[in-house]
């Protein structure tokens, strides 16, 4: 599968930003989906995942109230609604799927448990 991310900008502190992926392939929909992001001088980190038919999801406590998940298998989209965007949260945001066999979203927490990956779009907070 084939994943392209989109969206990225500059917004205020407060303001939101919604990402979506794009992705290619007939299997889409037995993907585990994820969004990840890597800040300046940062490790990658896990924002949240959304499993196959969406009903279950996971985020990081840093983000958990403030960002939404969501899938459109029909037409091969993930999204990443981003409210109440703080400085901190800049960063470069990737769109990431890891294929079936998988677990639960709740333990694909690793860079290194998804298989494909989408190019990064920038995500810039300014206070």
């Known amino acids: 599968v084939q994943l392209q991310a989109f969206g990225g900008g500059l917004v205020q502190a407060g303001g939101s930003l919604r990402l979506s992926c794009a992705a290619s392939?007939?299997?889409?929909?037995?993907?585990?989906l994820g969004w990840f992001r890597q800040g300046p001088g940062k490790e990658r980190e896990l924002v949240g995942s959304i499993s196959q038919i969406g009903g279950r999801t996971y985020y990081a406590d840093s983000v958990k109230g403030r960002f939404t998940i969501s899938r459109d298998n029909a037409k091969k989209m993930v999204y990443l609604q981003m409210n109440s965007l703080k400085p901190e949260d800049t960063a470069v945001y990737y769109c990431?799927?890891?294929?079936?066999?998988?677990?639960?979203?709740?333990?694909?927490?690793?860079?290194?448990?998804?298989?494909?990956w989408g190019q990064g779009t920038q995500v810039t907070v300014s206070s």
């Open positions: 392939g007939r299997t889409f929909s037995s993907y585990v």
């Open positions: 990431a799927a890891r294929r079936p066999p998988s677990p639960g979203v709740a333990e694909l927490t690793g860079q290194y448990q998804y298989d494909y």
